[in-house]
C-alpha cells in the first residue's frame, strides 16, 4: 500500500501546483485519464483516485464522459502584474529544464528506437504526420507527439526514461499570461510541421541525426519561449527571487523506508564509515539519524542480515561483515530486494545512455570536479571510494539543475551497485572497475574530458555487466539447488 499512496501524492501534488501556480487556470481541461496515466506512468485507478481527491479539495470539477476542468482561482488571476511576476520567476527553471531535455532526449530516444523494429518506426512517424504543437488554451501538454515518444521510450521496459521526460516536460511548460501571444503558437506557425524530418531520423539508425534534430526541435522552442520572456519583462519588469520547482522522485512507487536506509547503510561501508567487524549504532540511534520507526530499522537490519553484509546477534547487537560476505539464497527470493536490485538495472542502463551529455555539460569546471573530488578522497576510505568521488564532484558542478537533479536520483538508486563490490566481482572484473576509477582521475588531472568521459562510461557499463553476470549465476545456482 505504501507504493500506491507515494504514487498517489505525487500526482496530486504535482497538478494541483500547476492549478496553485497559475499553470492550469479556471476553466482549463486537464488531459484525458489516458494520457495522464501515460504521463505520470500511473494505473488508471490512480489517476481516478487523484481526480477524485482533486475535485474534493476544490481544485477541479468532473462530469461523466467529459474531461476534468479546472474551478481553482488563484490570487495571480486578478492580477495580470502579480501573473507576469510569477512566470518570470520560474523563467530559468522552464530554461534549464528545456536544456536538459535537448541534452539528454535525443540519445535516450535513439537508445529506445534500437529496440523498436523498422515496421515500428514507420509507425511512429507515421503518427506525427499532420500533427504539431497543440495548442488549446491552458493545455499544459507540449503535444501529442508527446505522447508519441512516451510510447517509443516504453519500447526500452524501462520506465525510468519516460517517467524523467514526463517530468522535465511539465517543468518546462510556461504559463502563458492573457495578454501576449503564445510561443508554443508562434513556433508551431513559423516553423510549420518539422514532426515528420525530425522523427525520420529514427529511420537512419544515425545518432549524430538524431541528436541534431531532436535536439534542434527543444533548442528552437527554447529560443521562442525566451523571446516570449523579454517581452514579458519589458512590460512587467521583475528583479525578484527566482523559484525553482522543478522536481523527480525517481525512488517513487519503487522502494519502501526500510529499503532506502539499507542502501545507504551500504554506501557508507563502501566508502569506510562503517568497516569490517565495526559494531553499529543501536536501533534506537539508527531510528533517530534516520528519521525512521524502530520496526522500520528492524527491517532494515533483517535485509541487511539476509545480504550478508550485516551480522546480528540477539543481546550483543549488530556488526558490518565484509570480509566473508556470502548472499544468502533467500535474497533472491525476497521481492523487494530483488526489485531494487531490477531499479539498479534500470538507472545504470539510463547512466550509461546520458552520461556523454552530463560530462559535457561540466567542460569548462573540470578543475572544480577535480578539486573536490580530491577533497572527497581526503576525508573517505575504502577500496571503492575513488568512483564515489568521481560520481558526487561531477554532479555537484552539473551547472544545468534540473539535469543535476537527474543525476542525483538516478546515482540513489544505483547504491546497490557497492553491494557487488562486497559479493567480490572476478579479478579481471574488479580491477577493470579499479582502473576506471584511477583513469577518471588521472584524466581530470590532465583536463582530458573525452578521457574522464570515456572512464566514467566505462566503470558504469562495467559495473552494469558485473551486475548482471552475478545475479544470473545466483539465479542458475539457486535453480540447480531446487532441483536436487
Known sequence: M?????LFEYMYRDIARKIEDGTLRDGDTLPSMKD????????LRTVRDVLSALRTDGYIATEERKRATVTHR????????????????GKQDVLESLKALELIMPPLFYCAAQHC???????????????????????????RSSLVLHGLLNKTGN????????????????????SFESPYEKASIDSGNTLPWIFESLKSKDFDEVQYRFGSMYSGTAAYIESYFEELAA???????????????????????????????VSRMAVGEYVDGEALPSIAAL??????????????????????????????????RLSNVRLDPRSVADKVFMRDVDVFVNAAKMVCVILPAVVNSVSDDLGGVERDALAYLSQKTGEWVVPSALTESLIAHIPIRPLRVVMTELNDLLIWG???????????????????????????????????????????????????QFFAATRRANEALADQ
Open 2 to 6: 505504501q507504493e500506491r499512496n507515494t
Open 36 to 43: 495522464l496515466s501515460t504521463r505520470y506512468h500511473v494505473g
Open 74 to 89: 488563484t490570487e495571480a488571476e486578478e492580477d495580470v502584474e502579480a501573473t507576469a511576476r510569477r512566470v518570470l520567476a
Open 117 to 143: 523494429s523498422e515496421s515500428e518506426i514507420g509507425e511512429l512517424c507515421r503518427a506525427v504526420k499532420g500533427k504539431e504543437f497543440e495548442v488549446c488554451k491552458g493545455d499544459w501538454r507540449l503535444s
Open 159 to 178: 520506465p525510468l526514461l519516460s517517467e524523467c521526460y514526463a517530468s522535465l516536460e511539465r517543468i518546462s511548460i510556461v504559463s502563458v499570461h492573457p
Open 235 to 265: 512590460a512587467y519588469p521583475y528583479d525578484g527571487p527566482r523559484e525553482f520547482a522543478y522536481e523527480w522522485d525517481a525512488k517513487a512507487g519503487k522502494s519502501y523506508v526500510y529499503a532506502q536506509v539499507a542502501r545507504d547503510m
Open 287 to 320: 531510528s533517530e539519524e534516520y528519521g525512521a520507526s524502530p520496526s522500520t530499522i528492524q527491517k532494515t537490519l533483517g535485509m541487511l542480515n539476509t545480504m550478508g553484509v550485516v551480522e546480528t546477534v540477539n543481546g550483543r547487537g549488530s556488526r558490518v
Open 418 to 468: 557497492h553491494f557487488l563490490m562486497f559479493m567480490g566481482p572476478s579479478e579481471a572484473r574488479r580491477s577493470e572497475l579499479l582502473s576506471y576509477g584511477y583513469d577518471g582521475i588521472d584524466a581530470l588531472r590532465e583536463r582530458d574530458l573525452q578521457g574522464f568521459s570515456d572512464a566514467m562510461a566505462g566503470y558504469y557499463r562495467c559495473m552494469f555487466a558485473a551486475v548482471q
